[in-house]
């Protein structure tokens, strides 16, 4: 860390750190914003900077009032202070991996909550570009929306009316100002759906990648059936439930690391 950096954009981060303050239901990541703040502004104490004088200030009204007594700071942390997984931990995800596949009939039982939630915490664990998540998610189980909604994309033609509960990943553009981001909810959305689907497999629950098709009337449809607005992107669809005993699935052979990877 050099004694003054980030004068460009310290004043606009601060602000929307007061903005984010005002409106914010998530604790967790005003705790996380706060902490990184505190820690660039000890990095810069001895700073000449103006701006960042004005900055620091700033952000010391707000600041100030924040829990102070000694809770889990959400800063920087040197990777080490974590404790390691343990030596069986990459068998157990690899035998996890291998053993999930999509999985398109379902039981009628009914899903506990919890479980669902579970398995976003682990989707949510995934990397995102520049931590920005930006991203919301929908569930739906209410049986009227369900059906509209399972009979929408183009690749349940078959089981859609027997789907007790669909995820829908919904990417939020608003976390990008540029153009040449505009990719990056596919590429964050998919991360999330990885750990979600593993997470299921893990309590007993299947699930189903469901491709969302870019087409405009489809989008139109989808976004009047779920309210998104205008810089919303439906990313994919993932259904989800408790397996039918018996039931046969596609063996589908994945390619193997010879097969994708060069080595250079």
């Not at 601060?14 to 409106?23: D, E, G, K, L, R």
């Amino acid at each position: 860390m050099r004694e003054t950096f980030a004068e460009d954009y310290i004043g606009q981060t601060v602000s929307t750190y007061h903005n984010y303050a005002a409106s914010s239901r998530d604790d967790a990541e005003l705790r996380w914003f706060t902490d990184v703040l505190s820690a660039y502004f000890d990095a810069t104490s001895g700073s000449p900077s103006e701006v960042i004088a004005k900055a620091r200030y700033s952000f010391s009204l707000r600041e100030s009032i924040m829990d102070a007594d000694g809770a889990q700071r959400f800063g920087p942390f040197v990777h080490e202070s974590k404790p390691p997984p343990d030596a069986a931990t990459y068998g157990a995800l690899r035998s996890l991996a291998m053993h999930r596949r999509s999985t398109r009939w379902y039981t009628g039982d009914v899903l506990d909550r919890s479980d669902i939630a579970a398995a976003i915490e682990v989707g949510l664990a995934a990397p995102s570009a520049c931590n920005r998540q930006s991203l919301r998610l929908e569930v739906v189980t209410e049986p009227s929306l369900l059906s509209k909604l399972s009979k929408l994309p183009m690749g349940t033609v078959g089981f859609a009316e027997q789907i007790p509960g669909i995820l829908v990943i919904v990417g939020q553009l608003r976390g990008y100002a540029d153009a040449r981001d505009r990719h990056a909810i596919y590429v964050d959305g998919g991360l999330f759906a990885q750990g979600f689907v593993l997470a299921m497999e893990a309590r007993g629950l299947a699930t189903c990648c469901i491709n969302w098709p870019d087409i405009a009337v489809k989008n139109r449809e989808i976004g009047d059936l779920l309210g998104l607005v205008r810089d919303e992107r439906v990313v994919m669809l993932i259904s989800f439930g408790v397996p039918q005993a018996g039931q046969t699935v596609p063996r589908s052979v994945k390619r193997s690391v010879d097969a994708v990877a060069s080595w250079r």
